[in-house]
């Protein structure tokens, strides 16, 4: 499984756009990556998920350059409830695979 | 359509006791996953069930054990209660066959305490 590095700590002020990098140097050719939220006693729940490019949804933004070694999530004009733990992960979705989650990134946002 | 659903919310049990711990998918969701989470961590996995067989496990001695029923919901359960047990534990649900566009999905999981 592929190991990611993420800051462990952002902040932000609302209104503002928040990127938040990931590192994954060793990604298999069959991993996506993938991006959880997670607010205090409150299971994760899913933001993202990319392979390569650019992916967008409604709440955000994923960019993977060409070598998939890194990943940004970005959050357009974030608000005092996007503070909350953000995680990255990378694996393989075969119908047995699990995901690996780290410590993640605890962005706060200001007034 | 209901999201994944476990219970109790809360339980305190004392060192030595055993607890089992419940989940129902999400509707439509066939594969069921547990995770450990102590505060401040990540999510750790313990172990995936599908087809009613543990499929993969993590690092987690023998005292964790499940079970899936053919309905798809879960039980989590821990003998020989530890202090270091203390944890929310989170149950994720996904769809084997739509795998690229199954993300798990949690619920809120279960704190544990023990004493």
């Known amino acids: 499984l592929a190991k990611t590095t993420q800051p462990i700590s952002m902040d932000s002020y609302e209104g503002q756009e928040v990127n938040i990098t990931c590192s994954h140097n060793?990604?298999?050719?069959?991993?996506?990556i993938t991006w959880y939220q997670q607010f205090p006693s409150q299971g994760p729940r899913f933001i993202i998920q990319?392979?390569?490019t650019k992916v967008t949804n409604e709440v955000a933004s994923l960019f993977i350059p060409a070598d998939r070694k890194s990943s940004t999530l970005s959050l357009p004009r974030v608000s005092l409830s996007d503070t909350a733990v953000y995680y990255c992960l990378v694996g393989d979705y075969s119908g047995y695979s699990t995901l690996t989650f780290g410590k993640g990134t605890m962005l706060l946002v200001s007034p | 359509d209901a999201g994944v659903t476990q219970s109790p919310t809360h339980l305190i049990k004392t060192r030595g006791q055993q607890v089992t711990l419940r989940c129902s998918p999400k509707s439509g969701h066939d594969t069921v996953s547990w995770y450990q989470q102590a505060l401040g961590q990540g999510p750790q996995f313990i172990f995936q069930?599908?087809?009613?067989?543990?499929?993969q496990r993590g690092n987690f001695p023998d005292r964790f054990s499940g079970h899936q029923f053919p309905n798809y919901s879960s039980e989590l359960n821990v003998n020989a209660l530890l202090l270091g047990d203390s944890a929310l534990y989170l149950c994720a649900s996904s769809l084997a066959r739509d795998r690229y566009n199954s993300p798990l999905h949690f619920g809120n999981g279960t704190r544990l305490t023990v004493t």
């Open positions: 060793n990604i298999a050719t069959n991993d996506y």
């Open positions: 990319g392979y390569k």
């Open positions: 069930y599908y087809e009613e067989e543990e499929r």
